[in-house]
Nanobody
Framework: QVQLLESGGGLVQAGGSLRLSCVVSGRTFSSYIMGWSRQLPGKEREIVASISRTGGTTYYADSVKGRFTISRDNAKNTVYLQMYTLNPEDTAVYYC??????????????????WGQGTQVTVSS
């Protein structure tokens, strides 16, 4: 059984920064492609960032490119999402996801096998 536990969410003013963390337990962390997703009101869940098993390849949604950075530490079974220049439109619950299979990164939320419970990020104007 794979378990994912996110942390690091909170309330921040526009222009501020946050770093989310996700610790994975239960299986070999380095065997998973990891991703961060969010679901904005009235919209489908979107993958905002994804990272390959070794960390050498990353994907970012256009909406966060240049502002968010995904990274992982396989020795700590942890994936991070560093968020800069936050704006109110980034307000959402952020979820950490894991998937196996082929490929380097994954931009499709439906492809992920496991999800955490989420952490709330609120950006005030």
């Amino acid at each position: 059984q794979v378990q994912l536990l996110e942390s690091g969410g909170g309330l921040v003013q526009a222009g501020g920064s946050l770093r989310l963390s996700c610790v994975v337990s239960g299986r070999t962390f380095s065997s998973y492609i990891m991703g961060w997703s969010r679901q904005l009101p009235g919209k489908e869940r979107e993958i905002v960032a994804s990272i390959s098993r070794t960390g050498g390849t990353t994907y970012y949604a256009d909406s966060v490119k240049g502002r968010f950075t995904i990274s992982r530490d396989n020795a700590k079974n942890t994936v991070y999402l560093q968020m800069y220049t936050l704006n109110p439109e980034d307000t959402a619950v952020y979820y950490c996801g894991a998937r196996g299979g082929v490929g380097l990164t994954s931009s499709s939320a439906g492809a992920y096998e496991y999800w955490g419970q989420g952490t709330q990020v609120t950006v005030s104007s």
